[in-house]
């Protein structure tokens, strides 16, 4: 673990500071999410339920996306950086990297596995989720039905692996406590020195209140893993054994 502790201490001069607010409101969205889960389950006797409630946590988590995504083209300099950044532009820039992750849910029962970028897997496609955004920014009372619990399940699910993503946000994940390393040192698994790069041998994962996503496994072209995962969290250890057949090579000792 040291080495995690070294590694931070050198990021944290280049760190940019947009990174902490863009983790503090993952986390305050999450929350806002969470409190309404409360009055809405998680569950199909509730699809379509839509409530003024979601309407905020749409239109807070789909800014933030946007926003993380226009800081991060700008803080690398990026061809098409600039505030009249838009959805197609994000998916030519970042599409690649989370269009195949899956987030894991344990807001419902059973939990369930998110695909939030999920069209964009075969190109640029509509987001439902986005496109309950834009109705909702431009008219939220006439496209009221549009703030349905499933968006915003979705929008919250899609900041959290914009963040993760983004490739800027690594040492305000880590210092937010939502980085669970399992035994091992994160970046002695990935080339790029990025936590969304690290290979999923290493076990290690990100996991909220609500939500968990594992490194390395998801867009992996072979994932060679048992239904064992190495983590702190049971939820996700339960979870993992009961799914891992969905998402990985069947397993196989040398």
């Given at each position: 673990m040291s080495?995690?502790?070294?590694?931070?201490?050198?990021?944290?001069?280049?760190?940019?500071q947009f990174?902490?607010v863009?983790?503090?409101?993952?986390?305050s969205?999450?929350a806002?999410l969470k409190?309404a889960?409360?009055?809405v389950?998680?569950?199909?006797e509730?699809?379509?339920?839509?409530?003024p409630?979601?309407t905020?946590?749409?239109?807070d988590?789909a800014?933030q996306?946007?926003?993380?995504?226009?800081?991060?083209?700008?803080?690398?300099?990026?061809?098409?950086?600039?505030d009249?950044m838009?959805?197609s532009?994000?998916?030519?820039e970042?599409?690649?990297?989370?269009?195949?992750?899956?987030?894991?849910?344990?807001g419902?029962?059973p939990?369930?596995a998110?695909?939030?970028?999920?069209?964009?897997q075969?190109?640029?496609?509509?987001l439902?989720w986005w496109?309950?955004y834009?109705?909702l920014?431009?008219?939220?009372?006439s496209?009221?039905?549009?703030?349905?619990?499933e968006h915003?399940?979705?929008?919250?699910?899609?900041l959290?692996?914009?963040?993760?993503?983004c490739?800027i946000?690594d040492?305000?994940?880590?210092?937010?406590m939502?980085?669970?390393?399992?035994s091992?040192?994160?970046?002695?698994?990935?080339k790029?020195e990025?936590?969304?790069?690290?290979?999923?041998?290493?076990h290690?994962?990100f996991?909220?209140?609500?939500?968990a996503?594992?490194?390395?496994?998801?867009a992996?072209e072979?994932c060679?893993?048992?239904?064992h995962?190495i983590?702190?969290?049971p939820?996700f250890?339960?979870?993992?054994a009961l799914n891992?057949?969905?998402?990985?090579?069947p397993?196989t000792?040398g």
């Amino acid at each position: 673990m040291s080495a995690v502790i070294i590694r931070d201490i050198h990021q944290l001069r280049d760190s940019p500071q947009f990174s902490i607010v863009a983790v503090d409101g993952l986390l305050s969205a999450e929350a806002a999410l969470k409190e309404a889960m409360r009055y809405v389950p998680y569950g199909k006797e509730h699809h379509g339920v839509w409530s003024p409630a979601f309407t905020r946590i749409i239109l807070d988590a789909a800014s933030q996306v946007d926003s993380v995504w226009k800081a991060v083209a700008k803080q690398l300099c990026l061809p098409r950086a600039g505030d009249r950044m838009t959805i197609s532009d994000h998916f030519d820039e970042f599409g690649a990297l989370v269009a195949k992750e899956r987030v894991v849910f344990f807001g419902g029962s059973p939990p369930c596995a998110l695909t939030p970028f999920g069209s964009w897997q075969n190109g640029y496609s509509r987001l439902d989720w986005w496109e309950a955004y834009n109705l909702l920014k431009h008219d939220r009372f006439s496209h009221q039905s549009q703030a349905k619990r499933e968006h915003a399940v979705n929008a919250v699910a899609a900041l959290l692996l914009t963040v993760i993503y983004c490739g800027i946000c690594d040492l305000a994940l880590n210092f937010a406590m939502l980085l669970d390393p399992s035994s091992s040192n994160p970046w002695a698994y990935t080339k790029s020195e990025l936590l969304r790069d690290v290979s999923f041998e290493c076990h290690a994962k990100f996991e909220t209140k609500l939500f968990a996503h594992p490194l390395g496994i998801f867009a992996a072209e072979n994932c060679n893993l048992s239904n064992h995962w190495i983590s702190g969290s049971p939820r996700f250890n339960i979870w993992w054994a009961l799914n891992a057949q969905d998402y990985t090579m069947p397993f196989t000792r040398g």
